[in-house]
């Protein structure tokens, strides 16, 4: 006899297969998912805006240009991301309403100024670099749509990551000045940067469920790890201290210590007291307003289309 679909679920799961979105699934599989998928997709949106800060102000034709790629392949980030939602069955309008009425989140890190250039170069190395430690492992996440999204996110993360960091080592190979900022902007950017993974795994309400369903494949703590100890030897490469007193190599785990991040700073964040929380939403709403006349051009255009074809 057919397996009963709670079963044919969990049996896909234990053999670590996909479901798809035509598959049966628990209402709570589905909602973590979209909240998930919907938060990351935000997370792209938004993040566009602290990096297309400095697209005016690029310093050379070829940074601009640059530049601008990586702000557009983040708006590709999201469409992809929001695709996977929708099928779901959550349309964009909707997810697009719960961003801009504070009912989803997005990641904390993008609630931070950009106040030099050299932040273009530390977003790059370490925010797409925590990125990049946090979604490898989602390519391998149970619900097939995500995971296919994430492949070629992946592929154009560890591109960004790349131009951010030769950013940096052109700097460094710069004046005492340029030096001096990209110093400056790290400082500034690595609490927040390893804030990214989420609260540590004692403090993670969703993960535990979320690990034996296969959505995520690694806790929050294994991952920042990870994340430490891939940035240390490229920090000692470009010439740039880590601002933690308490990091070392620690011999007998055969990984870094490292100090604890302030979480109630991300929890602040989170809550929408950062410093940048309000400009972001604002700017989100503002961009999405002005948008409305495309939307309508384009369900009206839809729609005459759709007529034509039922002539
Ligand atoms: N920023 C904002 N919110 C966060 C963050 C963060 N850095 N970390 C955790 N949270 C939220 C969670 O969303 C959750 O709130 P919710 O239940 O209302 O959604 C709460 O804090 C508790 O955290 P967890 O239980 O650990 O939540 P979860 O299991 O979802 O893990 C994580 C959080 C690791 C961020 C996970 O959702 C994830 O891997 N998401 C996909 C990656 C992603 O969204 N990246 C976006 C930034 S990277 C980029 O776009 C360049």
Redesign the pocket.
Known sequence: PQPAPAEQFEATIARNDRIEPRDWMPEAYRR?LV???A??AH??II?MQPEGNWITRAPSLRRKSILLAKVQD?AG?GLYLYSACETLGVSRAELTDMLLTGR???????NYPTLSYADVGTIGWL??G??IC??VP?CRTSYGPYGRAMIRICKE?SFHQRQGYELLMTMMRGTAEQRRMVQESVDRFWWPSL?????P?A?????ER?MAWGI?RNG?DE?RQRFVDMTVPQAEALGVTLPDPDLRWNEERGAHDFGEPDWSE?SA??KGEGPCNAQRLAHRRRAHEDGAWVREAATAFARRQAARSGE
């Open positions: 973590t909240r998930q998928i938060q990351h997370s792209e993040g983040e980030h989803q989140k997005y990641s904390s890190i993008f925010v797409d925590a990125a946090n979604q989602l993360e804030m990214m993974f989420g609260p795994d403090n993670s309400p969703n993960s979320s995520k929050n991952l991300l964040v989170i």
